[in-house]
């Protein structure tokens, strides 16, 4: 798909924000994605938002983190994402949204952006035991299906510490961009 963007303006791009250890890093995927000209608004899960530094993500966006639906009569909020970068995407909300399960904000988006044509990239950060769940194999493959870009992260093992050190922010970009140019 080739995206809707509007002339004369940065790509949006989207990052989901779930609620992993990386998390507090989001900053850094923020910075490449404006390094490399886009637009950048920041949704967190319910979860996600407690491990994020909310302050820090707005002044570095411009835009408030949104995270609760709207209410019923409320007008759309903002801009509509030109691409979606689900990072740091847990265990948890890969599995639900293979599944459809569309019960907060960002699981809502991402339920409905793929069949909309938005290009969407994940970067799953979890440990080995959770992706030795068949489910999240099954969920991988479904999201591929869907047309998901799917991130390279070699899960850690658990109770480990993690591997923040490893985890490549910047892959999301990489991934999306033969779908995310600037239109002049
Ligand atoms: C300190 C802490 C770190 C966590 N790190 C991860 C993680 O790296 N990956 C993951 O899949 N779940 C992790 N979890 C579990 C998720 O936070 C939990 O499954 C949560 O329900 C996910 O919500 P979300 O998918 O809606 O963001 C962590 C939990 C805690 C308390």
Redesign the pocket.
């Known amino acids: 798909m080739t995206e809707p963007q509007v002339p004369g303006k940065k790509p949006f791009l989207y990052v989901v924000a ?5 998390a507090d890093d989001v900053g850094k995927l923020i910075t490449a994605a404006q390094e490399a000209n886009r637009d950048v608004g920041v949704v967190a ?4 938002l407690g491990f994020t530094d909310t302050e820090a993500v707005e002044a570095q966006t411009g835009y408030p983190i949104r995270s609760a639906w709207r209410s019923p009569g409320e007008p759309r909020p903002g801009r509509a994402a030109d691409a979606i970068a689900v990072a ?1 995407a ?4 890969v599995n ?1 949204w293979a599944a459809g399960i569309s019960d ?1 904000l960002a699981l809502g988006i991402l339920c409905e952006a793929p069949a909309m044509g938005v290009p969407i990239a994940v970067l799953p ?3 080995s035991a ?1 992706a030795a769940h068949p489910a999240y194999r099954q969920s991988l493959e479904r999201l591929r299906g869907m047309g998901v870009l799917i991130g390279s992260y070699e899960p850690h093992p658990p109770k480990a510490g ?1 591997g923040a050190g490893r985890y490549r922010w910047e892959e999301a970009l990489e991934l999306l961009a033969p779908r995310l140019s600037v239109t002049p």
């Open positions: 779930c609620a992993a250890g990386v899960t319910p979860q996600g740091p847990t265990f948890n909300t639900k907060n950060y979890l440990n959770q993690g």
